[in-house]
């Protein structure tokens, strides 16, 4: 059965702090890892990893792939009270021809002014 | 260019009933997929459609159905409703038959069943 497990399940920290949530996986027919930040509903798009080794950043976003190890990461530096919110990682599945995102339960990080 | 839209936004059935869910998705994506979200749980994947086809499907019980139309707007039906079925749900709409990139998610309506 694919899985995707998120760790810390939450995390509190202080404004200013930098923070790095993981996420391992163990499914069959990877293609890609996703990374969504959700804040009320709508789960909004941060970064799409398909490649080892090759960091995607946006602003102070950053996050990576190890496909040889099956685990990704995703770093927030100088956190901010809007950083606030759960952080979903997906694995994108190919099965044939059927396509799915598997999603880890989330980790819930909240930034204490 | 408009997001994905979702109605409604908040519904309470009761268990038995039946309820249908829809979703408009984002102009000029021709991918919807649905998924479930229970509280504390990330989404799970129910199904998608491409092209008004079913293209894959999750592990949900053939009570929950849906429709694509041919403005690529799409239904989600459940019958028989269980407490279970408490959750919020997932629209998300995207570009191709591959749905493994990026979707783009609506806010999702929430439903209760008492």
């Known amino acids: 059965e694919d899985k995707v497990v998120q760790s810390p399940l939450s995390l509190v920290v202080h404004e200013g702090d930098t923070v790095t949530l993981n996420c391992s996986y163990e499914?069959?027919?990877?293609?890609?890892l996703l990374w969504y930040k959700q804040e009320k509903k709508a789960p909004t798009f941060l970064f799409m990893l398909?490649?080892?080794?090759i960091e995607k950043k946006s602003g102070r976003l950053s996050s990576i792939l190890d496909k040889k190890e099956l685990f990704s990461i995703l770093n927030i530096t100088a956190t901010q009270t809007g950083d606030s919110a759960i952080y979903l990682c997906?694995?994108?599945?190919?099965?044939?021809?059927?396509?799915?995102?598997?999603f880890g339960t989330g980790t819930r990080l909240t930034i204490i002014p | 260019e408009t997001g994905v839209t979702q109605s409604p936004t908040h519904l309470i059935k009761t268990r038995g009933q039946q309820v249908t869910l829809r979703c408009s998705s984002q102009?000029?994506?021709?991918?919807v997929s649905w998924y479930q979200q229970a509280l504390g749980q990330g989404p799970q994947f129910i199904f998608q459609?491409?092209?008004?086809?079913?293209?894959g499907r999750g592990n949900f019980p053939p009570r929950f159905s849906g429709l694509q139309f041919p403005n690529y707007s799409s239904e989600l039906n459940v019958n028989a409703l269980e407490l279970d079925d408490s959750a919020l749900y997932l629209c998300?709409?995207?570009?191709?038959?591959?749905?493994?990139?990026?979707?783009?998610f609506g806010e999702g309506s929430r439903l209760t069943v008492l």
């Open positions: 499914v069959t027919n990877f293609r890609s």
């Open positions: 102009s000029g994506h021709n991918t």
């Open positions: 398909t490649s080892s080794g």
């Open positions: 998300a709409s995207s570009f191709g038959q591959y749905s493994t990139g990026e979707l783009f």
């Open positions: 997906a694995v994108g599945i190919s099965n044939f021809g059927n396509e799915k995102l598997t």
């Open positions: 459609y491409y092209r008004e086809e079913e293209n």
